[in-house]
């Protein structure tokens, strides 16, 4: 059974930082592409990062480029999300993922991606 398990939400203030780390198990993630997606209440989960098998390709959503890094190691089969300068608008549960029949592509549609974290909670205060 794949689990991917999330950790290092919390609350921090405007500008700070944050590093989220998701680990997974019952499978070996290193030919997947993995990725971040986050979701507040009434919205439609929203994709924020993705890196693909070797980690050689990320892609991001325009509104954390530059603040957010994403980054893998395949031999620890963990994916983690690094976001600094941290804005109100960046509250929201943030869930780790794997799309299996992806290797270099990083879709952006959540639809594509097999297996899901329980989330973690991420809060900006002003």
């Known amino acids: 059974q794949v689990q991917l398990e999330e950790s290092g939400g919390g609350l921090v203030q405007a500008g700070g930082s944050l590093r989220l780390s998701c680990a997974a198990s019952?499978?070996?993630?290193?030919?997947?592409?993995m990725a971040w997606f986050r979701q507040t209440p009434g919205k439609e989960r929203e994709f924020v990062a993705g890196i693909s098998s070797t980690g050689g390709r990320t892609v991001y959503t325009e509104s954390v480029k530059g603040r957010f890094t994403i980054s893998r190691d395949n031999p620890k089969n963990t994916v983690s999300l690094q976001m600094n300068s941290l804005k109100p608008e960046d509250t929201a549960v943030y869930y780790c993922?794997?799309?299996?029949?992806?290797?270099?592509?990083?879709?952006?549609?959540?639809?594509?991606?097999?297996?899901w974290g329980q989330g973690t909670q991420v809060t900006v205060s002003s």
């Open positions: 993922a794997i799309a299996t029949t992806y290797r270099m592509t990083v879709p952006r549609n959540s639809a594509a991606y097999d297996y």
């Open positions: 019952g499978r070996t993630a290193s030919s997947d592409v």
